[in-house]
């Protein structure tokens, strides 16, 4: 039998490439969504946090990025959502994503689902800066907040 080794099997860039010749590169929101929030975040334990985290992170440290400015292109050009930065200094940065995926989902207060996005920041992040990053959500649109925002501590 031959043993894989699993833990870098696949790469961001492998992703990218995409034969779909009759039904393209995009998978409706909906599937996502599913997947996300029927599939990890009711089916798993801890409302499947440690999977999300595990798996952003892991997606984060392989985009390859050298800036905070490239991490948040690629947001967007992803269609993760459209971030910016509302405020910035040398131990922290707090973030807003504007047209996340859970917008338009009802709104549960207490919940805040997009925990795998601020994984994938701070996983991207980590590749960029020395020291601990955490990344911890603060707002979310299943919240009732007007957009998904992160604060993203250095240390």
Known sequence: M???NT?????FEDMKKIKRNTLGESVPLELFRSV???GMYQGLPMKGKNTTMTVGRKIGE???VSSIEEVLELFEQLRIGIPRILSQ???E???AIEDCFCEGLPVHEGNM???????????ALSSIYEGEIHVREVKCNVNGDEDCE???KFS
């Open 89 to 91: 200094n040398d131990n």
């Open 7 to 11: 833990m870098n099997l696949f790469t």
């Open 150 to 152: 992160y604060k993203i």
């Open 62 to 64: 392989s985009m390859q």
């Open 2 to 4: 031959i043993e894989m």
């Open 36 to 38: 996300r929030l029927i």
């Open 113 to 123: 689902v997009c925990d795998l996005e601020g994984a994938i920041l701070e996983g």
């Open 93 to 95: 940065i707090h973030i």
